[in-house]
Nanobody
Framework: VQLQASGGGLVQAGGSLRLSCVFSGRPSSNYAVGWFRQAPGTEREFVAAINWSSGNTYYSTSVRGRFTISRVYAKNTAYLQMNNLKSEDTAVYYC?????????????????WGQGTLVTVSS
């Protein structure tokens, strides 16, 4: 399984970006895709996740109401729409896959990771 994240860039505070994550292979029935981020000098943290079959979504409290995770089932692609970006959203964003559909907020529950895409929000 390979995941490819893209869409990062430089944006002003208050602006928007959309990240994409394309993965290979056939997802299992409990498959989920998550987004995590890591700012310099910090640990990687959960941002959002989506159950591939049901479309159920999960968010961290810091992004709820500003970020939206979605997927196009037939294209094996997940998106993270990020609105009203803040300087504290600056980080490398990673997408990852979870075969069991559980523990979606935990980094250790994910099996495969993409390479990361940098988001920089200027104030």
């Amino acid at each position: 399984v390979q995941l490819q994240a893209s869409g990062g860039g430089l944006v002003q505070a208050g602006g928007s970006l959309r990240l994409s994550c394309v993965f290979s292979g056939r997802p299992s029935s409990n498959y989920a895709v998550g987004w995590f981020r890591q700012a310099p000098g910090t640990e990687r943290e959960f941002v959002a996740a989506i159950n591939w079959s049901s479309g159920n979504t999960y968010y961290s409290t810091s992004v709820r109401g500003r970020f939206t995770i979605s997927r196009v089932y037939a294209k094996n692609t997940a998106y993270l729409q990020m609105n009203n970006l803040k300087s504290e959203d600056t980080a490398v964003y990673y997408c990852a896959s979870n075969r069991r559909g559980s523990g979606l907020r935990l980094e250790t529950s994910y099996d495969y990771w993409g390479q990361g895409t940098l988001v920089t929000v200027s104030s």
